[in-house]
């Protein structure tokens, strides 16, 4: 590490996240974005004036956005066990030994001084992502289920399909979304009951989500302003520069 005529440690780029990582990222921001615009204007049909085919059209096209975020989001969890060191589990999870004794003397250092520069995530950095994480698999999980359940589309779909009909091939040809004309009532209220508690589960998990997703963009804002190592760049160049050796120096 070199230093200035005035002793100081020189600015130093360090490579930080992958192009596969980064792509990801914007990636997912664009798919929960779109999906927000439309699971908000599916709850609020009704106050719009949208009938029973528009209602349909929302959720497809919402369906459709959730395939493109939960296989991206399955190839980021893929990532994590294969990819460059900033990206892997250990380099995200709040999980390494002595991370406690680190979080607490992050949050105690004086903040009218900056804070120690990391390569990657600082701690609180790690407690978020690996919040949103959790999150957002857990959307992408009773997403996949919903779309069975509302539209009878893939992975479950079939099955779904299948169940409301009670197994009737006449039914089951002349099943269409959002029609009760061929389903068996039983079978059919049965499959709402089961359906009921992955509805609420997605839904507030979006609230939680959006609630997370402002926190992580304050929180990285904060972290620009005291580190100024050009955390944000860094998730279109891949690279910060940071004064002196990050505290992550290991990933």
């Known amino acids: 590490m070199s230093t200035d005529t005035k002793g100081l440690t020189e600015l130093e780029k360090h490579a930080v996240w992958d192009r596969t990582t980064r792509w990801f990222h914007w990636i997912n921001a664009l798919c929960v974005l779109g999906l927000a615009v439309f699971g908000l204007a599916i709850l609020n049909a009704g106050a719009f004036g949208v009938g029973s085919e528009g209602k349909i059209l929302l959720k497809t096209l919402h369906v459709y956005i959730g395939y493109a975020f939960a296989i991206n989001l399955s190839w980021r969890l893929i990532w994590a066990f294969v990819g460059s060191p900033g990206a892997r589990w250990r380099a995200i999870l709040p999980f390494r030994k002595g991370f406690l004794k680190e979080l607490f003397g ?4 004086d903040p009218t001084h900056a804070k120690p520069a990391y390569r990657g995530h600082n701690p609180l950095g790690r ?5 949103l994480l959790a999150l957002l698999f857990i ?18 779909g079939h099955w779904i399909a299948d169940w409301v009909t009670a197994g009737d ?5 002349g099943l269409t979304p959002g029609s009760k004309e061929d389903v068996d009532p039983a079978s059919y ?3 709402r009951a089961f359906r009921k508690p992955i509805v609420t589960t997605h839904l507030y998990t ?8 402002l926190l992580h963009i304050a929180g990285v804002v904060t972290t620009e302003l005291r580190e100024r190592s050009g955390v944000i760049s860094a998730m279109i160049t891949g690279e910060k520069v940071i004064r002196g050796e990050p505290r992550d120096s290991e990933h």
């Open 206 to 213: 979006f609230y939680v989500l959006m609630a997370a997703g």
């Open 139 to 156: 959307q992408a999980a009773t997403g996949l289920v919903l779309a069975g359940t509302d539209l009878y589309k893939p992975p479950f």
């Open 127 to 131: 407690m978020m992502v690996t919040l």
């Open 106 to 109: 992050f949050l105690r250092r």
């Open 169 to 173: 091939p006449e039914r089951l040809a």
């Open 189 to 191: 209220d049965s499959m």
